[in-house]
């Protein structure tokens, strides 16, 4: 026993080096068991008080893009408002507010940090559990989507960008409905690429690629981006598609983070669908 | 000694997490540059005190990029090779001089091939975990010689910078 007590203490650094390695790898391993290298810790109020206070100064320098999107968007908004139209014929206009029932909600956030140069990308907002955020919500900006909700702390919730290995967002072309799935190959995180398009659509260059809405995350036709180039790799039964982002990832400064009440009810069914 | 290099340590994490984690090099290069911290530690420093510092160093990275064990996994490893590339390079230049390793004390040579060795261990660690995947070889590869070449860039510009005649 001493025997061997001496052993390791004479190599203690090579032992000691191990150890670390293999808390390490353990970490590494645990931490990307589902959907990306998920960590509460990351979330926690520690971490995202010094992102959110000292991480301040950089946002400045992207203010003038993020108030353009934003101005765009309230121009957007004032044209849908109801004061915006001229009531033409007051038969046809009827307003019954049973017949709406709200599906989304929308909470604005600030992106305290943000990264764009890893493979795994992630962003973190300064809303968390108290403002109602919670795992699963889909995270949009003013010109394109972001990513979705994968951790809540208190204060503070972690995002999983479109730019990471993990993501996968339904995606469709907005000219035909058909249905693909947007991911990241890794390389420029300008652009992604769309899978499963069906060799007969018609494909056009510039089209728009929007949101579907199957995944009952993102609300259906929030613009992703646009058909940069497609090709067929050899044997493929489908369109590999180069989308251009319209949102520069780099400059992402105020997102909306968006809540489906039917998200509950609609994933309720699908399991009975996985049951029989 | 002890105070210089905790206020390093402290530093170096806010600069990589708030400063550097915000920069974007086209999608290539992710200059780890708080290893610096690790590349500057004193000759004499104990081999335990070296491989605890650095664990925590990359674990602190860790906490806020979401990549739990990937840096502290490599800045382990760095500070681990770091006697054998000391070692390596020992015949031609005498450490007793100096305290710690510095581009003005050990020339500018020294420096470049310690760094760089290092800095290529480490990033090579980091990145390869990060992929975990053999799928974009020769991306990674490019990666990871890029990132190394940046945070070398880094290390030297620091040296230059804050370069102070040690008072003896």
Redesign the interface.
């Known amino acids: 026993m001493r025997n061997v007590l001496t052993f390791i203490w004479k190599n203690h650094f090579f032992f000691l080096f191990v150890l670390l390695e293999i808390i390490s790898l353990v970490l590494v391993v645990k931490s990307n068991s589902y959907q990306g290298s998920v960590i509460i810790n990351s979330t926690s109020d520690f971490t995202g008080g010094i992102l959110q206070t000292l991480g301040s100064f950089g946002s400045v320098f992207k203010l003038r893009d993020s108030n353009t999107a934003l101005a765009e968007e309230n121009a957007r908004f004032h044209n849908r408002d109801r004061n915006s139209y001229i009531i033409t014929d007051t038969n046809t206009f009827y307003v019954n507010d049973t017949l709406y029932e709200q599906e989304f909600i929308y909470v604005s956030a600030k992106v305290i940090s943000n990264s764009t140069n890893r493979r795994n990308n992630y962003l973190k907002l300064n809303k968390g559990r108290r403002h109602g955020i919670t795992k699963d919500m889909a995270v949009v900006a003013p010109n394109g989507v972001v990513g979705q909700v994968i951790e809540v702390s208190d204060h503070f919730s972690s995002v999983m960008s479109v730019i990471n290995k993990h993501s996968r967002v339904s995606a469709k072309l907005k000219a035909s409905n058909q249905v693909g799935t947007l991911i990241w190959n890794g390389n420029n995180y300008r652009r992604g690429t769309l899978v499963d398009i069906p060799l007969h659509v018609q494909m056009r260059l510039g089209d728009s690629i929007i949101t579907s809405g199957y995944s009952h995350i993102f609300p259906e036709g929030h613009l992703i981006g646009v058909v940069e180039d497609y090709r067929i790799e050899k044997g493929a039964n489908f369109y590999t598609v180069d989308v251009a982002f319209t949102i520069d990832y780099n400059k992402v400064l105020y997102v909306n983070v968006i809540k489906s009440l039917h998200q509950k009810e609609l994933q309720q069914l699908e399991t009975y669908e996985n049951q029989n | 000694m002890y105070l210089k290099n905790s206020i390093r340590f402290v530093a170096l994490i806010?600069f990589q997490?708030?400063?550097l984690?915000?920069?974007?090099?086209?999608?290539?290069?992710?200059p780890a540059f708080y290893i610096y911290f690790i590349l500057l530690l004193p000759f004499e420093t104990a081999?335990?005190v070296m491989?605890?510092s650095s664990?925590f160093l990359?674990?602190s990275i860790?906490?806020?990029?979401?990549?739990?064990?990937?840096n502290?996994?490599a800045s382990?490893?760095m500070?681990?090779s770091r006697s054998g590339v000391l070692n390596l390079l020992r015949s031609k230049r005498e450490y007793e001089l100096v305290a710690a390793p510095g581009i003005m004390d050990l020339g500018i040579k020294w420096f470049l091939t310690y760094a760089f060795m290092l800095i290529l261990l480490h990033h090579t660690i980091l990145l390869s975990?990060?992929?975990?995947s053999f799928a974009?070889f020769f991306?990674t590869i490019l990666r990871i010689f890029l990132s190394s070449v940046a945070t070398l860039v880094l290390a030297v510009v620091a040296q230059v910078l804050f370069y102070k005649p040690e008072k003896t």
Do not use: K, P, R
Request: glycine share 14%; charged share 5%.
């Open positions: 806010l997490v708030l400063v984690n915000s920069l974007n090099f086209g999608g290539y290069a992710y081999g335990w491989l605890l664990f990359g674990l860790d906490f806020f990029t979401n990549s739990l064990g990937m502290a996994a382990v490893f500070a681990f975990l990060e992929v975990f974009g991306q």
